[in-house]
C-alpha cells in the first residue's frame, strides 16, 4: 500500500469583516449574546466571490506550499454545501480555474466533516495506487444559503475556502482516520434543494427557499459526545496518547462545543486550536483553515502529531491524526 504524505496547505476568506455589531443591526441580537454563547467576534462574508473563487484562491496556495504545478495533479476533490451550480461541478470550475489539466474532479457533500471526508477519500485514491498527487477542498459560500432574518443561524457562519494537497510518498502522515454518520437525525440541520416537480405530479408545488435551518440543541449535544469519542477512538487506533497529541483541530462552530469536550477529555482548552473568534463557523472550509493557520503560524513542528476532529450536517463526523512533516 502506497503512504499519503501531506505536502501542502492553503486557505481563502474573503477581505469584508462583519461584526457582531453589525449583525445585531439586522436581527435581534447582541456582540455581548453572541460572544459569550459562541465565542464568535467577527466572520468574513462574501461580497461576490463564489465557492469556486475562494477555493482556487486556497488551491493557488496550497500548491505553492507544496511546491507543485497544476499538470501533476491527478484528482481534485472539492467538498461543499454551497457549490456555484448543480452542474459543472465546483472542482471542475476550479480545475479550470488552475488549469490541473490531467486531474479528475468531482465534489463531496458531507457538510463540515466535509474536509476530514475528502482526505479519507483522497488518501484512498492514493493508496491503492491510482493517483499519485491529489488536492482536497473545503469551500463554502455560506452567506447565500443563510436566513439572514434568522437569528438563530445567521450569526454563527462565514465564508472561506481550505486545501491541502496529497501526495504518494516515503513517510505515512496520516496515522489514523475515521469517519461516520447517523443520518437519523439529519434533521437537525438542513437546507432544501429543488423538490420534485414534473408534468406526473398535479399538485402545484410551493418552491422550498434553500435556506439553512438548525436545532442548536440537538447538534451541541451530537458534537460534544462525538467529538469526545472520536479523540478516543482515534488515538486508541494509532495507539498514542493524548500528551503525545500537539494540538486538537476541532470544527470550529462553537467554543462551548470546545470547552463541553475538553472538560469530558479531562483536558484545557489550551490543547484545542481556535479561530472561530475571527471567522465563525465556515462549515467544510473550516479545519483546513485552521490546519493551515497552525502550519503558517510554525505552531508545529516536524515530527508533532496533530488531531483534527469535525462534525456536521448529515449528520456527519470524522477525525484524522496527522504527523507533521
Ligand atoms: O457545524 C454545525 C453547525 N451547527 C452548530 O454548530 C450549532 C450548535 N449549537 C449551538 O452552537 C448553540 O445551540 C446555539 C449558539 C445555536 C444556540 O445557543 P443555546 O445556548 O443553545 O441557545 P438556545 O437556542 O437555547 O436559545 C436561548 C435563548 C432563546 O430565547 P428564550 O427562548 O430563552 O427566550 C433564543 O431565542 O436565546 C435566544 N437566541 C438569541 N438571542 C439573541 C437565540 N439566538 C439568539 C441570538 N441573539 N442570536
Redesign the pocket.
Known sequence: MNKVEIIGTGSYVPSKVVSNNELSRM????DE??RT??GIRERRISQGEDTSDMATKASIEAMKSANIEAGQIDLIILSTATPDSFIPSTSCIVQKNIKAVNATCFDISA??SGFIYAVDIGAQFIRSGRFKTVLVIGAETLSKIIDWQD??TC??FGDGASAAILQSGEEEDIIAIHTGADGSKGRA?TCPAIPVSNFYLKDEITLNKSKVS?D??E??KF?VKIMVKLVKLLLEESHCSLEEIKYIIP?Q??Y??IECAAQKLGINTSKFYTNLDHYG?T?AASIGIALDEVYKKNLVESGDKILVVG???GLTYGGIIIKVR
Open positions: 436581527v435581534n441580537t447582541s449574546w453572541i454563547r459562541t457538510a463540515c437569528r438563530n450569526i454563527l440541520l438548525m442548536g440543541k447538534i451541541f458534537a470544527h462552530a462553537n462551548r462545543i463557523n462549515s462534525f456536521g450536517g
